[in-house]
């Protein structure tokens, strides 16, 4: 997917000098054109077969109203399709967590060893895809460094009427924030309603790049098309968590780089090194 095939450690993509000043000053960039739009369209349909096959062998949590405190954003229908983990599903989507033209661009921001937190597919369908309230996303997996940052890859168009990503910029830098608890970690709606935040409205084959300390949130799919992404969370593989909390399959992989501190380890076992000796320390 990355052009000419060949496998190099050369850093071919990246930010430009402009970008990489936005997204200090305000915690997010929206990278124009990653990808093609031709891409785009078979990334897109990949993700619907990769729905639907779920949907047809009976898999838990594909589908449902997204998060329960998406009801404080909206009195409409929700409805939302989602899975973790797509690259054990399809490699198409293998191949692309480690596209460097993503990759070289996340370098730019946190270094360059890049480390695979989680993916997960969002499928908001047309007139009721669930919005989701304001929120960083550190509650959900707090780091010691706050290197973790999101990038949002997306299949389809997304203007506002689809639902965009919406961001608070610069809040990032009030560091992590106090959170409900209620259907969800989230910001208290009346303070942070996301109908006043910042649109961030995208086209196929664009990726929108947070930190996990920005603040986001998306609207209401009122819109007669899908709204299609994949979201790529991403660390610095020396930033450890400080809870060992939303725990995935694919959580360690090297994207891009090396893992200095080889926490992977030598066997075939499902918990790293560092896990292990953090779940030690916690039993003492």
Known sequence: MSGNGLISGNKAYGLTPEQIAFYRENGYLLAEGVFTREEAALLRQET??????????????VKGEGWKSGAKVTDLPRELLHCHNVQFHSAVLSRLIVDPRLTDRVADLIGPNVQL???????????????????????????????????????DDAPVEKGCVRVVPGSYRQGPLEHINDGGHHLPVERFPVAEATPCPARAGDVLLFSYLTIHGSGLNTSQEARTTLLVQMRDPTDHPLKLVHLSRGQGMM???????????TGVGPVSRFEAQFKAAQAT
Do not use: S
């Not at 619907?48 to 949590?61: N, S, W, Y």
């Not at 369908?125 to 010691?144: I, K, S, V």
């Not at 994207?255 to 380890?265: I, K, M, T, Y």
């Open 117 to 155: 937190h989680h993916t997960k597919m969002f499928i908001k369908p047309p007139e009721r895809g669930a919005p989701f309230p304001m929120h960083q996303d550190y509650p959900y997996f707090p780091h010691e460094r706050h290197t973790m940052m999101a990038a949002t890859i997306h299949f």
């Open 48 to 61: 619907h077969d990769l729905a639907r096959r779920l949907l047809e062998t009976q898999a838990t949590g």
């Open 255 to 265: 994207l891009r780089g090396v893992d200095p501190e080889a926490d992977a380890g």
